[in-house]
């Protein structure tokens, strides 16, 4: 991040400072803080679950879900899932551990975390790989998922429209926790993000993208959007970050 000026950065501060007295006096569904930067064991549930924690089918920019499903269990892999997968196909994600880089180059697919007596689906990149999640595609969904110690993002879109971003936890990914750029349509709600080097949620050059109900604390820059239009920030839980919530324009850069 650069700041132009004196005056930019006053008011990005002032902003930020606001965005998170009114998130805190106003925000009834946000969760609890966890009191370091390891994930929180118990989340007050969104009101997108079930009493069991999982996720109600929720129609967002990506559609409704079709009924192809596929389940990937602890010891299996997710990217071959995902490669073996057509367009319309939900692949289920089974509690444990799963050290990998996962890419979704085709439309459609919906990456679903099961959760069991509070436990996640994690991805761990062991502090060696660089990304989490990156998706390319159009109508992908992101769901449900825990993931922690990757060196670059968490969650990284490249064009990719009608995206959904939903009710993960992202702990210490690196430079960015959820990263969509370049992207139409899309919803940013629900997820608990920490420890990050740059901004926890940043959202570049797309359009028309709605990011309430996250909490994010303990990291460089809150929430960001920079050379966005139509983008939506409200309901959202911003504490304890070097910088709350902040809008740039640089210049240079798509708009």
């Given at each position: 991040m650069k700041f132009n000026n004196l005056l930019v950065a006053s008011l990005v501060i002032a902003a930020?400072?606001?965005?998170?007295y009114y998130s805190e006096s106003t925000n009834s569904s946000a969760v609890t803080a966890p009191t370091s930067n390891a994930p929180s064991k118990e989340l007050n549930k969104p009101a997108n679950?079930?009493?069991?924690?999982?996720?109600k089918p929720v129609v967002g920019p990506a559609g409704e879900a079709n009924n192809v499903e596929v389940t990937v269990n602890a010891g299996e892999s997710i990217q071959a899932a995902v490669t073996?997968?057509?367009?319309?196909t939900t692949i289920r994600i089974m509690p444990g551990t799963y050290t990998e880089t996962v890419y979704i180059d085709k439309d459609n697919i919906r990456l679903i975390g099961v959760i069991e007596q509070g436990k996640r689906a994690t991805l761990d990149g062991l502090g060696k790989l660089n990304d989490a999640i990156l998706y390319s595609g159009n109508n992908v969904v992101i769901e449900n998922l825990r993931i922690t110690r990757y060196k670059g993002n968490g969650i990284m879109g490249q064009a990719g429209n009608?995206?959904?971003?939903?009710?993960n936890i992202i702990v210490n990914t690196g430079i960015y926790g959820v990263f969509p750029q370049l992207g139409t349509n899309g919803v940013v709600e629900y997820n608990v993000i920490s420890g990050i080097e740059d901004a926890a949620i940043y959202i570049g050059m797309s359009d028309n993208v709605h990011v309430a109900h996250n909490h994010v604390f303990d990291s460089v820059a809150g929430i960001e959007i920079e050379n966005s239009r139509h983008a939506i920030v409200e309901n959202n839980n911003v504490h304890n970050n070097t910088?709350?919530?902040?809008a740039f324009v640089t210049p240079g850069l798509a708009i």
């Open positions: 930020g400072a606001a965005g998170y679950t079930s009493p069991n924690g999982s996720a073996a997968a057509k367009p319309g009608n995206f959904e971003i939903r009710n910088g709350g919530i902040l």
